[in-house]
T-cell receptor, first 112, second 113 residues
Framework: GESVGLHLPTLSVQEGDNSIINCAYS??????FIWYKQESGKGPQFIID?????DKRQGQRVTVLLNKTVKHLSLQIAATQPGDSAVYFC???????????FGKGTRLHILP | EAEVAQSPRYKITEKSQAVAFWCDPI?????LYWYRQILGQGPELLVQ????????DSQLPKDRFSAERLKGVDSTLKIQPAELGDSAMYLC???????????FGQGTRLTVV
């Protein structure tokens, strides 16, 4: 069925290193993808998005890569900081109906 | 900075009671979503509004859940009667239409005892 999922439930990264969080999607009709960060007890917070006509998009310390051939999405966080500790979700928007569907999430742990 | 407002932040209710959550989206956002998030899982879409109309409620348990957005602005999600399995975070989000990010509120944490 249609789904957005993540390869790893948890990821531990040394402070200062780069983090890479992966996501696989199965619906080739999805044309818009979003990464959200969720801290404990709070609502998801928008990080960065990418449309299907792009392969890469950069923000402040974050980069999203989209590989439509293998239906894979990744979030790269440069110089990971303690404040980056959270659960990260990828989500897909299926365009015309604007339905935003979330994957299961990856918890990012920052090691001192 | 504009934000999605939700109330209450926390709610404890006994099973079989009725409970209601309120959401005020960002001004000008025509699309409004209600999600349920069980601990350790991703948000699950319950209902989506475009202005006052329901666009998708395929995952809403309609025997006990109802949602309305009468004037196309704020929205209410109701559960009656509440069951133990309804304990979760209920998140409201809003967006401009057509392929834009959704902005989330802080959620209502529901505990059914």
């Amino acid at each position: 069925g249609e789904s957005v999922g993540l390869h790893l439930p948890t990821l531990s990264v040394q402070e200062g290193d780069n983090s890479i969080i992966n996501c696989a999607y199965s619906n080739s009709a999805s044309d818009y993808f979003i990464w959200y960060k969720q801290e404990s007890g709070k609502g998801p917070q928008f990080i960065i998005d990418i449309r299907s006509n792009m392969d890469k998009r950069q923000g402040q310390r974050v980069t999203v890569l989209l590989n439509k051939t293998v239906k894979h999405l990744s979030l790269q966080i440069a110089a990971t900081q303690p404040g980056d500790s959270a659960v990260y979700f990828c989500a897909e928007n299926k365009g015309r109906d604007d339905k935003i569907i979330f994957g299961k999430g990856t918890r990012l742990h920052i090691l001192p | 900075e504009a934000e999605v407002a939700q109330s209450p932040r926390y709610k404890i209710t006994e099973k079989s009671q009725a409970v209601a959550f309120w959401c005020d989206p960002i001004s000008g956002h025509a699309t409004l979503y209600w999600y349920r998030q069980i601990l350790g899982q991703g948000p699950e879409l319950l209902v989506q509004f475009q202005d006052e109309s329901v666009v998708d409620d395929s995952q809403l348990p309609k025997d006990r859940f109802s949602a309305e957005r009468l004037k196309g602005v704020d929205s209410t999600l109701k559960i009656q009667p509440a069951e133990l399995g309804d304990s979760a975070m209920y998140l409201c989000a809003s967006s401009l239409p057509v392929n834009t990010e959704a902005f989330f509120g802080q959620g209502t944490r529901l505990t059914v005892v």
